[in-house]
């Protein structure tokens, strides 16, 4: 469960106060995947952040129950000159799972082969990905924040990290920004819609489409 108690966010911006929530009071329920909608410069990736606790309202109260998840995939917070395994332990510590099992999932999951044991600084950057999304996936939260990126890779691991990415969500909630509308129906069941500072949700997701399409002046097909 995600609930929003009078929360407001503003940024200072050249042409003034850009305002991300005004005074926002909602909730998104316990164990729905619910897809974030909204125009460019929304404010999503923000509203993501302050979900996670990487970013603070400026008034009011973002309450959460159980675990939430970094953003999945991310690969921004890796020490460079730890190895894949010690980044992995540190993450499984700071976490409270167990680390050996995380390990052995991330090494055998990421297919990094030898790597897994070499500096994180070596890594090409669909490494660091790899890296991120099995450590992500490897954790049972009971909330997963995914902005835009779900898989990298060839087919075949994007196919296996889809996979194990659904059968975390059998168990799991989630919330979802992409700017793919089939991506949207097919992970999620449900919407929110951000839209000049309000957060509307919709316990049917193609109601969150509708009115998203209403917003922007755009028809699904185009």
Same mark, same amino acid.
């Given at each position: ?11 200072? &911006? ?10 926002? +009071? ?18 999503? +990736? ?31 917070? *890796? ?15 700071? !976490? ?26 070596? !890594? ?18 009971? &909330? !997963? ?30 919330? *979802?920004?992409?700017? +793919? ?20 949700? !919709? ?20």
């Amino acid at each position: 469960m995600i609930r929003f108690r009078n929360v407001t966010k503003t940024f200072a &911006t050249p042409e003034g106060r850009k305002i991300i929530l005004d005074d926002v +009071s909602t909730t998104f329920p316990p164990g729905k995947a619910v897809g974030l909608l909204g125009r460019n410069g929304a404010g999503k +990736s923000t509203l993501m952040d302050m979900i996670g606790g990487t970013a603070k309202p400026d008034s009011g109260t973002i309450e959460t129950t159980g675990t939430v998840s970094w953003p999945v995939g991310f690969a921004g917070s *890796f020490n460079r000159q730890m190895t894949g395994a010690q980044n992995t332990k540190f993450v499984a510590r700071i !976490y409270g799972v167990d680390t050996g099992e995380l390990q052995d999932f991330v090494k055998d999951f990421a297919e990094l082969g030898g790597h897994f044991h070499a500096p994180v600084r070596t !890594y090409s950057s669909g490494m660091k990905s790899r890296l991120a999304f099995g450590i992500s996936i490897g954790i049972p939260f009971d &909330t !997963y924040l995914v902005d835009e990126v779900t898989a990298v890779g060839d087919a075949a691991f994007k196919r296996k990290s889809r996979i194990a990415f659904i059968n975390r969500m059998k168990g799991a909630g989630a919330v *979802f920004v992409t700017h +793919s509308m089939t991506q949207l129906r097919k992970f999620c069941t449900a919407g929110a819609v951000l839209e000049n500072g309000k957060l509307t949700y !919709y316990d049917d997701v193609e109601e969150a489409i509708a009115q998203h399409h209403e917003n922007m002046g755009t028809d699904e097909d185009e």
